[in-house]
């Protein structure tokens, strides 16, 4: 064996991941053990100024040491380490794309690669990929380091076990290798669970032999999760696209390691390509081999899906929602409009965020695409819509979802049979009519209401219970109008009608504020304890010099925060100073479109804690003849409210005083009862 082939070489970073420990960790090891019988082992070599060391003398003073948290880090050096013979290439892409290629081309041969000359190489890689589309010009490209490097690929595979399992250890270190169009598009696994059950679950019901086809560019990931929940015994083709880029090599370098029965889709400078028979197409946009593309490049790679797609195929698109499901304008809307026309875009599933590793906070969506169901008139034409923004991905969640999903690509007798856990139905019409977001469900953790009846019986009740000896009733309500109020609204929509103004809320120093006097300050704090948070002032001359762009609030805004849940209040007073993270939701006085400060206020502390998506939050509009009568209602009730607060203060303090005078002796208690009734025969 070539001693300088199998030789490998380590920095300190990659000592710290071995050893699942954090880098500084490594560096006191080797300043502590320096004088002890058992030291750091030196530096084997020094490259651009980057300290080296040998991998077998790490390994082996990290088990005589007993240093780390990886009992396995003798079988699982080689991820961390790269060959002495190709340290000096300093390229992490050529030997990443080298040692997939040596990988792919150790399932294929079905022989150790590392006792073969460079020539041999390539006649194999010639042999195995005549066509050079996926292998042959990563394993040319490397020269004289190629035997090294498949050595080193040997090494890998019996580390790990398997070259499929090694080659997947590799694409785990996408992020630290600087690989930033697979880190950017890396899904987690809650992620890759959802789309590939949903796509496996609708290949049951095509009744053929499952073919599932990936044409966007360097897509993998799905199709990786769809082979991995089959037997082997089970018969699947997988279809990925010709693209001739890096991304689009790997993915089929990939298909091919673990051995799936997989070929190629045509796809022209365009992105059009055809499939033909019944198919299983899956999409996630933005792709590996296309990290930037834009909203217009999405839907215009879901226009090329929809286009050659016929009734005996479907389609599981992942998308950012701000593409799929949010509000869009302009031209992108239009192009999005004319998608939703076609008929088959059958299901529209807002997902929440965290589900991109790159992006946590960006929310995903799904569009489910099939049938177009010709026969029925475009005006009857129905999608499914369902809103998991703030519901995680558990597994309850996503079978009653693929549930809904399947549903959904049924005729309108099969909808009708089946109870929706997640999703509603809605008339396409009715979304291409809207200007905001195709998904508008109310929200989540908002009760919901009583029968009309029902609530104004228990109104009635509560209402005498509250009213005490010759005291007025304090409301009187009627069993109301049905749909007698304006339709609830996103806070986006909201904004763009006009009816609502968003201000953003300003940072202020500790120093400017104070718990005496000047304008009240209102923020986190005050939001999540409103009754009982120490008060903050700002005095007016601090605030006008520190803070010029500052604005104060004005009687009625509806002050607000995300985090660490949704919460808001209404300022009744005005002039008080929001600091962020608190912002100012301002009703439009002249033309409040049905809003009230304390119903938007009640709306948000209803949310689910887990919903920050405040632009997508659904708010209450009130009819125009009820808006007077419920403020002034809610004003005599936040009136009584804030006397019952005042009189337990009243009772919790005369229960301190109590229990503090009598436990002390200082205090005697007497009955009132037995000084208020003389006793019998004393009268």
């Not at 590939?196 to 999760?225: N, Q």
Request: charged share 20%.
């Amino acid at each position: 064996m070539n001693t300088a082939a199998t030789t490998m070489r380590m920095t300190l970073s990659d000592v710290a991941s071995l050893s699942q420990v954090q880098r500084p960790v490594v560096s006191m090891w080797r300043k502590r053990s320096s004088a002890g019988p058992l030291p750091f082992p030196a530096p084997a070599e020094t490259v651009n100024g980057v300290e080296l060391f040998d991998a077998d003398e790490v390994t082996a003073w990290l088990q005589a040491t007993g240093r780390g948290n990886n009992p396995e880090a003798r079988n699982d050096v080689a991820v961390h380490a790269k060959p002495a013979a190709i340290v000096s290439l300093r390229d992490g892409r050529k030997t990443f794309d080298g040692l997939t290629a040596l990988l792919a081309l150790k399932v294929i041969t079905g022989q150790a690669l590392g006792n073969r000359s460079a020539s041999g190489l390539l006649d194999e890689a010639d042999e195995a990929d005549p066509d050079d589309l996926f292998l042959y010009s990563e394993l040319e490209a490397l020269g004289s380091a190629l035997p090294g490097l498949a050595s080193f690929a040997d090494r890998l595979a019996d580390s790990a076990y398997s070259a499929p399992a090694a080659f997947e250890k590799l694409l785990t270190h996408r992020f630290k290798d600087g690989l930033r169009e697979y880190a950017d598009t890396a899904l987690t696994a809650a992620a890759l669970n959802l789309v590939s059950a949903a796509a496996i679950e609708l290949a049951a019901a095509l009744e053929s032999r499952p073919v599932f086809v990936d044409a966007t560019p360097g897509g993998s990931d799905v199709m990786l999760s769809i082979s991995q929940q089959f037997s082997e015994s089970e018969s699947v083709t997988f279809l990925a696209a010709d693209h001739d880029g890096g991304a689009s090599r790997l993915a089929r370098r990939r298909l091919a390691v673990h051995g799936t029965d997989s070929g190629p889709v045509k796809v022209d400078g365009k992105g059009a390509f055809a499939v033909t028979g019944p198919a299983i197409h899956v999409a996630q946009y933005p792709a590996p081999g296309e990290p930037g593309l834009n909203t217009k490049g999405i839907l215009s790679g879901i226009e090329n899906i929809v286009l050659q797609m016929d009734d005996s195929q479907r389609a599981i698109v992942l998308a950012p929602a701000r593409v799929l499901s949010d509000a869009l304008a302009g031209e992108t809307g239009n192009v999005r409009a004319d998608l939703l026309r076609s008929g088959r875009v059958r299901a529209i599933i807002r997902l929440t965020s965290g589900l991109l590793r790159a992006k946590p906070r960006e929310p995903q969506a799904l569009w489910v695409l099939g049938p177009s169901f010709a026969d029925v008139p475009i005006a009857d034409r129905w999608t499914m819509v369902a809103d998991l923004g703030t519901d995680p991905l558990t597994v309850d969640v996503i079978q009653d979802l693929i549930s809904d999903i399947v549903a959904s690509m049924g005729n309108r007798a099969t909808i009708r049979a089946h109870s929706f856990r997640f999703a509603r139905l809605v008339q396409t019409r009715i979304l291409l009519a809207r200007t905001g977001a195709l998904v508008d469900l109310p929200a989540k953790g908002r009760s919901t209401a009583a029968p009309c009846a029902e609530a104004a019986l228990r109104i009635d009740e509560l209402v005498r219970a509250l009213s005490t000896g010759g005291d007025a009733k304090l409301l009187s309500v009627l069993p109301g109008a049905k749909h007698s109020s304006p339709a609830s609204a996103s806070v986006q929509e909201l904004m763009g009608s006009g009816y609502l103004k968003y201000v953003k809320g300003i940072r202020v120093e500790e120093q400017h504020t104070n718990r005496t006097a000047g304008n009240r300050i209102l923020g986190r704090e005050e939001l999540m304890d409103p009754h009982d948070a120490l008060p903050r002032f700002i005095a007016l001359l601090d605030f006008a010099a520190h803070y010029p762009t500052g604005r104060l609030t004005e009687p009625g805004d509806v002050v607000f925060c995300t985090s660490p849940r949704p919460a808001a209040m209404v300022d009744e007073e005005g002039g008080a100073v929001v600091v962020f993270p608190a912002r100012i939701l301002r009703i439009d006085q002249g033309d409040p479109g049905g809003l009230l400060p304390a119903v938007i206020a009640r709306d948000i502390n209803n949310l689910n804690p887990a919903d920050k998506s405040w632009r997508n939050w659904q708010l209450r509009r009130t009819g125009e003849a009820e808006r007077q009568p419920l403020t002034n209602a809610l004003q005599r009730l936040q009136h009584e409210q804030a006397q019952a607060r005042q009189r337990l203060k009243h009772l919790e303090e005369l229960a301190t005083l109590i229990t503090d005078g009598v436990a002390g002796g200082s205090l005697t208690l007497t009955d009132p009862i037995s000084h208020a009734v003389p006793e019998e025969g004393t009268a």
